[in-house]
């Protein structure tokens, strides 16, 4: 059984008048910490953080890190990767019911019966998993590398590709691959729909469209440009364009209008009569919570020993492969 986490202790709120940006600053030098940051953390945190970037971006610094700890401004999957990483160093989470739809619908042991169906099979795995579900995995790979990875698997070598289906149709259309897939999405990506796109485009024309490759098939296929959070920061701010219509969630904007002030960004709305979409995991960390965490130095990640080693593997693997 692993330990997801520290059990929350009881959180004392920071005082009030409390200049927290300043206190965070002063526990990050006093606790010798680094805050790594994804983007779609709400936009204070992301300017306070000492990097900010995708998941495969976010594991690269967890392993290069010298700080004795990380505080992790993303969701569970991201810090535990950091944790698997990293043993030795303390690892805070902010508020640690930031899930994750894909890591949470893709339980051990359904994943272990699922695996038995198909022996001989090579296990890559988002790193949208939880640690148990990588110890099970050959692989690891992240929405940046998937297509890279998978290319590098002899061709007769036959795959199973978790949690995302999304992804995973993704990467066999790209790849040519067939590759079983276990049938987990993302509850804000799936939310984007072609008839919704369709609107949006006959009002911005010119507007290329952008997309996570987390979204379902029917809008991916409409799409200028598929890549993970960081590739399309990087597209944005190459793209001689001035309009972007971007599927994915809007986090992200922050970092793309610091990169081209000069750009329209259009999110676009999911279909579920909201009018942006926020992942309701992410958006649980706040500055508040940042600064708790910090002070308190809870909750922190931890993973039984037996199970960190089989998931590193992946990990690993992963980073090399990259
Ligand atoms: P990235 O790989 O782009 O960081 O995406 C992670 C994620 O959770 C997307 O929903
Ligand atoms: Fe998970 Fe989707 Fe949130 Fe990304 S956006 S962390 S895949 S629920």
């Known amino acids: 059984m692993i330990q997801h986490a520290t059990e929350k202790s009881q959180v004392h709120s920071p005082r009030a008048g409390l200049d927290l940006h300043a206190e965070i600053l002063r526990l990050k030098k006093e606790l010798h910490a680094v805050i790594l940051a994804h983007y779609y953390q709400e936009d204070e945190i992301q300017d306070l953080a000492d990097f900010v970037g995708d998941s495969l971006g976010l594991s690269q610094q967890a392993s290069q890190t010298s700080a004795d700890v990380i505080v992790f401004c993303g969701v569970h999957f991201m810090a535990e990767t950091a944790k698997i990483l990293n043993p030795a160093k303390q690892v805070l989470l902010p508020d640690t ?40 995995s050959d692989i690891i790979c992240t929405s940046s590398n998937a297509e890279h990875i998978v290319r590098q698997i002899p061709p007769d070598q036959p795959i199973v590709f978790a949690p995302d289906r999304h992804l995973g149709r993704w990467v066999m259309k790209q790849t040519g691959r067939e590759m079983v897939l276990w049938p987990g999405f993302c509850v804000v990506h799936e939310q984007f729909s072609e008839r919704q796109l369709l609107k949006i485009k006959s009002q911005y024309p010119q507007a290329k469209i952008i997309a996570h490759p987390e979204c379902v098939d029917t809008v991916l296929r409409w799409a200028d440009f598929v890549g993970s959070t960081t590739a399309l920061l990087k597209y944005v701010t190459q793209s001689p364009q001035r309009q972007f219509i971007v599927l994915t969630e809007i986090g992200i904007l922050h970092s793309m209008r610091k990169a081209r002030p000069d750009a329209e960004l259009i999110p676009l709305p999911p279909s579920n009569g909201c009018n942006c979409s926020t992942c309701p995991y992410m958006r649980l960390n706040t500055v508040e919570k940042l600064y708790v965490c910090m002070r308190d130095r809870t909750p922190e990640i931890l993973i039984e020993e037996p199970i960190r080693l089989r998931a590193f593997q992946g990990v690993r693997r992963m980073l090399e492969m990259s």
């Open 97 to 136: 019911d930031a899930g994750c739809s894909l890591a949470d619908r893709c339980p051990p042991e359904a994943f272990q019966k699922f695996l038995l169906q198909y022996p001989g099979h090579t296990v890559v795995t988002y790193i949208n998993s939880r640690a148990e579900i990588k110890a099970m």
